[in-house]
């Protein structure tokens, strides 16, 4: 009885700290997102800005290129969506963290050496992979995209929308960029052998470019835009692989 008390208690301890673990998060992010509402619309005023002097390029200056509102709540839920997504993004190493600290205990020592690094590197990958989608994807995309416009259609871009289609490309980037931190975990648990990843590598293209074509408007170039950078994220994932295999190796043999 005593054994299964314990065991009990254990277990409900766990659940109050992964309780508070999920307070924390949602708390941090509710605070990022509340300072977020109050720069929202300088936000707008810039994403605004920035796509007029893309489409102006692209379009050769013809056409309204504000962002237009077409629903009366629409300006709101616009900017509910931004400080959302800015609040996500800037409370994400405090929420990295609080899971660290929740799952921590479970890892021997070397383990918790090991992951502490990949965590850093996952959140910088993150950004990375957003800023990569904002400054790189959104752009040629967008300038491709009204490049293609019959000459007699006025461009008119609704708020909503590109605020979605951008904030599409940044979270699935932002994912995407994690792409060597799973291939290295694979390696690391023995589940998918670095070599495995170097020999079936003319698959992974074709899965590669499978996805690419599925996440992204259809069109060649933003493809291409999103399955070089996956191609590369994957040999990168490779070398991380090999080098986790490596250092187990040298664990077992010492």
């Known amino acids: 009885m005593a054994d299964s008390s314990d065991k009990q208690m254990s277990f409900l301890g766990h659940l109050e700290e992964l309780r508070w673990t999920v307070i924390w998060i949602v708390a941090a992010t509710v605070a990022a997102a509340a300072v977020a509402w109050f720069v929202s619309d300088d936000i707008i005023v810039f994403l605004s800005n920035d796509l007029a002097a893309i489409l102006g390029r692209a379009h ?123 291939l290295a975990l694979l390696a690391w648990l023995g589940i998918v052998p670095a070599r495995a990843l170097k020999k079936t590598w003319r698959y992974a293209i074709v899965g590669i470019l499978i996805i690419a074509a599925v996440l992204t408007p259809p069109d060649v170039v933003s493809q291409t835009l999103m399955a070089v950078p996956m191609l590369v994220l994957y040999w990168i994932g490779y070398l991380l692989a090999r080098s986790f295999e490596r250092r187990g190796a040298r664990r077992v043999s010492s």
């Open 60 to 182: 050769g200056g013809r056409g309204d290129y504000s962002l237009h509102v077409f629903e009366v709540s629409e300006a709101f839920t616009t900017k509910f969506k931004i400080a959302l997504l800015v609040g996500f993004l800037g409370a994400l190493p405090l929420s990295v963290y609080k899971v660290w600290r929740f799952v921590s205990p479970g890892l021997f020592t070397r383990e918790r050496r090991a992951v502490g690094p990949l965590i850093l590197l996952s959140i910088s990958l993150f950004y990375a992979g957003v800023a990569f989608a904002y400054f790189v994807m959104v752009k040629i995309t967008v300038a491709f995209l009204f490049k293609m416009m019959p000459p007699s259609v006025v461009a008119t871009v609704r708020l909503g929308s590109y605020i979605s289609f951008v904030t599409k490309f940044c979270l699935t980037f932002g994912l995407v960029f994690q792409m060597p931190l799973v």
